[in-house]
């Protein structure tokens, strides 16, 4: 079968970093990809890995773990804004994108 | 650049009527095209997806169907509603130079009351 796990729910105060865990298991694999969503709104794309590492853009970092069906998403001085739900999805053989269950990140004044 | 439009963006329907949500992308040519559903509060889960005009490929057995009768027109429906598709429809795609990734529309609110 094919899976994606995520913590549900995350919380932070501003300014401070968090770290979002995806792990996997699907049948075949081109990348992990990271959305954000805003409640009432459409989810908008963050951030690719295809290949092991640390992919850097701005204050968002992913990094991806190939060999251990694993990565996660990095947030860094956190805002207010950053509130939403942020999900990682898998592009399979099937060229479907798979997402999963969403993990909801609350920013603290 | 690349154009998603997708409508209605909100309606509400009675049980066992027809669905008719349509989607359009602009600016690409052969795209890949998706449809998902999300409940509230809850992930994406993916209904139907295109490779081409005419190849619809489900993945999840229910009452609804898609159809692409144009390169970038993408149709969900469904001949009788049910409560239980209420939610959040949102098309996507991705072109043959976008990498692995998927843009999404605006989104469709169904109610189906």
């Known amino acids: 079968g094919q899976s994606l796990e995520q913590p549900s729910e995350v919380t932070a105060v501003e300014g401070a970093i968090v770290q979002i865990n995806c792990t996997y298991q699907?049948?075949?694999?081109?990348?992990l990809s990271w959305y954000q969503q805003h409640d009432g709104g459409a989810p908008t794309f963050l951030s690719y890995?295809?290949?092991?590492g640390l992919e850097e853009t701005g204050r968002f970092s992913s990094f991806l773990s190939r060999s251990d069906s694993y990565g996660y998403l990095l947030l860094q001085e956190l805002q207010m804004k950053d509130s939403a739900s942020y999900f990682c999805?898998?592009?399979?053989?099937?060229?479907?994108?798979?997402f999963g269950p969403g993990t909801r990140l609350s920013v603290l004044p | 650049s690349q154009t998603i439009h997708q409508w209605p963006a909100t309606l509400v329907q009675p049980v066992g009527s027809p669905l008719s949500l349509e989607c359009t992308v602009e600016?690409?040519?052969?795209?890949?095209l998706y449809w998902y559903r999300q409940a509230a509060g809850r992930g994406l889960q993916l209904l139907f997806y295109?490779?081409?005009?005419?190849?619809i490929s489900s993945e999840v057995p229910q009452n609804l169907s898609a159809s692409r009768p144009q390169d970038r027109q993408f149709i969900l429906s469904s001949k009788k509603l049910l409560l239980s598709d209420s939610g959040f429809y949102l098309c996507?795609?991705?072109?043959?130079?976008?990498?692995?990734?998927?843009?999404f529309g605006e989104g469709s609110w169904l109610t189906v009351v």
């Open positions: 999805a898998v592009e399979n053989y099937g060229q479907n994108f798979v």
């Open positions: 295109s490779v081409g005009i005419g190849q």
């Open positions: 996507a795609w991705k072109g043959q130079d976008s990498g692995n990734t998927i843009y």
């Open positions: 699907t049948s075949g694999f081109y990348g």
């Open positions: 890995n295809a290949l092991d």
């Open positions: 600016g690409t040519s052969n795209p890949n």
